[in-house]
């Protein structure tokens, strides 16, 4: 029957004020005859209109009285009207939950769970669970059943009868009674297996903590022990066909769907390890080879089903374990780890939308508290909770968090979980990502009680509570430790002396009490200062022990903020410049080097908030600028002293552009191509070396001979000078050479040149703050026997006579760097015949190579060094990858222009390329050689003195070890891999340099 078109037009105009987006459909359903009592009752159409979608309810409401026979058909309509407990139950559900429609479509009866409204129905346990569940003695029974309990504790939820905490407690109390029904379905289809064992299930995860969805894993272990006098191996295998039932029974899909998957992943081993243990397998486990996280995992472990008093003694066994995690070697990086690890594995184009994982959602706010709790529980069983909410509470009740920030917190946890809830009823279906389609927004909006513009107004609530999870994150773990130290609100419960040491102590810091002094003195106070220094070492504190020595860092913080505090551009630039604070952070806790720098000259640190101060400076910028302050200077002293200012400087540029662009760890690799990296820490280092020996010459020229020396005069740079290969511990090799000016004797000429190097060697070692500049002349011919420094005829009358076939070799790395540029030229000119010879080398001369190459290995390697970690002498390490190629170099080279170059990647990319040795070979020498420079720089700039072999020291070679991108626990791995790149290497050197 048709509706009148007055009515019609009426009826749509009503519907569309209450919120039907479809109000035509639902109009041609209101004049179904069935549905006339709804259409004529305004009260109805009223209820209807507040539910999350009224038109999903309306078509719900329809499908459930079409389903019902005549005369419950009747009872259901008259309820309805009269009854608005019901009315407000079932409508709000249907409007919710297109799944808990169907259901209540398939069994119509089943409304009537819905019909009472007393007290006692508010909050049910397991216990009425269980009631509500017993006769369900098969999985599709257990099925129908379960979804009758589910749709009584939705429909409290949407009512808003209960919050979100009693919700998911009710959910948790309902898979609690699920997992019993289940399990005694399992054993009366098999009474032997039942008797042969005794078995406890023990939840995990969500419903483990009382806190589980509406739909999710039940993370489980299995635990038994032989009942009477049976064989423990067929006790466990009773018990295993036992957990493997009960866990189909839940987990499979039949006409009635799923209840929930069970899963057991989180036993020991995970799915490699047996199904069922007994109590002592666990504790074995536990006790030699769990990991942090399983450890963690256990905080929420709770017996809910089988054998209660086993139950209790896995619980009891367990504990003290779970309090004891905080005290392993690196308890904090492993659950950031972990952490770190969910995040990546989303996949990208899901990460903003995943309330669960994603970056201010769930996971995070659940890591922080079960980090503080496994830190803090271990003094405190007030802590001991594996309920979220109710631990955060107990946080903020000990002032182990801030009282507002714990709020805030709850405020967005319970807002993200409700949004997370909703999601799922609507199909029960397990997920966690915010919809993207509009009329979904929507429906989700308005369960939420959003009806202004629901979609709008969700995102922007949605954004603004993970923007408060991003931000506590970080902040809910160190801003305690400030607020220990500050004591600004008096009254306000703060962490003790001995909490704030354990905190303390669980993110790295070896000397917790000196960390707390260093953070008094920087944020307590009223001032601007204290008060900027508070926003800023929440994060700080982050970075710092995400380092290998936090102590460390925080101490160069506080005496760079010392020297600096009063600076008004200082905290205003890491305050404001997003990268400066990190950058500081990052150098002042990767080792002794760059720290040093930067304290004798704190102003520097202008240069890590500078987007372009991280470039290191090239030859043609650095040498005007250090010869302009030379001639600037008063006297030698201080215009070297100036050269070595600006030297000083550029260290630490070069250090620090090194330090970040290598930071990063096996979960957050560093993106920068090392092998860049490596040159371009060697080319900066011999540019800058270049122009401060150029500033150091015109010094000591300046100083006698008013800038016009006598003499012709050139420095030549030689070994990884000459190769723009520097690391920051070398010396600068170097050869002198000098030519009498026309009408200059050549006695005079000598004497003036003599006296400049003995000037420059002196200026350049004087004792000052900076770091000296030494000067090694001992590949000049005779040695440290022959004079300093030659005449270019001196030099070719040598080289012509007297000159060894490694002192060839060792010109092939010879390249000027300061002085006449026309002398040294010529100096290249000379030198080219002998280094490069015509025909290349005989065999007698490749058997003098070899020769001392064995020699060096035998004679020079330290005592007691270990020859696979040696960078230099070591096998496959600098010195053999480097005699390889400049072997090449000399035999090659008159015929391959491309390997007449001083530096060794250059050249063996050149053999390569002229196909003197294969791709497979070039890359392996090529990554050996990378590796060990790398390493040797590691070791400057960790210890801040000069080694060729990883260090002994525990936390120095763990910081080795951060910069070349192992994560703490994964040094072994970094040994382990040096090693392994090193043997192939020696192995390609056996090859092409010994002929084996």
Known sequence: MTAAPGRRSSTFTRLLRHGFTDPGVAERLLDLPDMASVRSDPVLLEALGVVADPDLALRALVRLVEAEQEGDRRVLLDTLVTAKPLRDRLLGVLGASEA?????????????????????????????????????????????????CLLA??????????????????????????????????????????????????????????????????????????????????????????????????????????????????????????????????????????????????????????DPALGREYADAVSPLVWQAAERENFVADVQKMRRRVIDNIPAAEVERDLKLGPGGLRDVEFAVQLLQLVHGRSDPSLRSGTTLAALGALAAGGYVGRLDAAQLDDAYRFLRAMEHRIQLHRLRRTHLVPEDENDLRRLGRSLGMRMDPVFELNREWRRHASVVRRLHEKLFYRPLLDAVAQLAPGEARLSPQAAGQRLEALGYADPAAALRHLEALASGVSRKAAIQRTLLPVLLGWFADSADPDAGLLGFRKVSDALGKTPWYLRLLRDEGAAAENLARVLSAGRFAPDLLLRAPEAVAILGDPGGLRPRTREHLQPEVLAAVGRAESAEAAVAVARGVRRRELFRTAAADLIGSYGTEDSPAQADTGALVDQVGGALTDLNAATLAGALRAAVRERWDDELPTRFAVIGMGRFGG????????????????????????????????????????????????????????????????????????????????????????????????????????????????????????????????????????????????????????????????????MQMRHGWVEPGLRTTRTRTALAAAHGAELISTEDAQILDEAWVLASRVRNAVMLVRGRAGDTFPSDGRELAAVGRYLGYGPGHVGDMLDDYRRTTRRARAVVETLFYGA
């Open 100 to 148: 808990l429609g169907d259901h209540l479509a398939r069994h119509p009866g089943d409304w009537r769970a819905l019909a009472t409204y007393e007290a006692a129905d508010l909050h049910p346990g397991v216990a009425e669970f269980e009631q509500w569940l017993d006769g369900a003695d098969d999985p599709v029974s257990l099925r129908i059943a379960y979804r009758r």
């Open 153 to 306: 504790i939705a429909a409290r939820d949407v009512c808003g009868t209960i919050d979100l905490a009693e919700t998911a407690a009710e959910l948790a109390d309902l898979a609690t009674a699920t997992l019993r029904a289940a399990l005694a379905i399992a054993r009366a289809a098999a009474p032997e297996d039942a008797a042969r064992c005794r078995l406890a299930v023990i939840a995990f995860g969500k419903c483990g903590g009382h806190e589980l969805n509406y739909v999710s894993d039940v993370d489980v272990v299995f635990v038994a022990e032989p009942a009477g006098d049976a064989d423990e191996n067929a006790a466990l295998q009773a018990a295993t066909r036992l957990a493997s039932h009960l866990m189909r029974i839940c987990s499979e899909t039949t006409v009635e769907g799923t209840i929930w998957p069970v899963d057991a992943n989180l036993r020991p081993e995970g799915r490699n390890g047996p199904l069922v243990r007994t109590l002592s397998s666990h504790l074995v486990y536990y006790q030699r080879w769990a990991k942090t996280w399983e450890f963690q995992a256990l905080l929420k472990a709770r017996p809910v089903a089988g």
């Open 724 to 887: 723009h290969e520097l690391g920051y511990g070398s010396d600068a090799d170097v050869l002198f050479v000098h030519e009498p000016r026309e009408g200059v004797d050549e006695q005079t000429a000598a004497k003036a040149a003599s006296a400049v190097v003995t000037e420059m060697r002196r200026l350049l070692q004087l004792p000052t703050a900076d770091p000296p500049l030494m000067i090694d002349a001992d590949l000049r011919p005779e040695g440290k026997s022959g004079p300093l420094v030659r005449t270019l005829a001196s030099y070719e009358a040598y080289y012509r006579r007297w000159s060894l076939v490694w002192e060839s070799q060792a010109l092939l790395r010879a390249e000027p760097m300061a002085g006449d540029p026309e002398l040294g030229a010529r100096f290249i000119e000379l030198i080219d015949p002998l280094r490069y010879p015509a025909e290349g080398l005989g065999e007698d001369a490749v058997r003098e190579i070899r020769r001392l190459k064995a020699r060096m290995e035998t004679e020079r390697l330290p005592r007691g060094a270990d020859p696979t970690l040696h960078t230099k002498l070591g096998r496959g390490g600098l010195s053999d990858v480097e005699w390889t190629v400049q072997l």
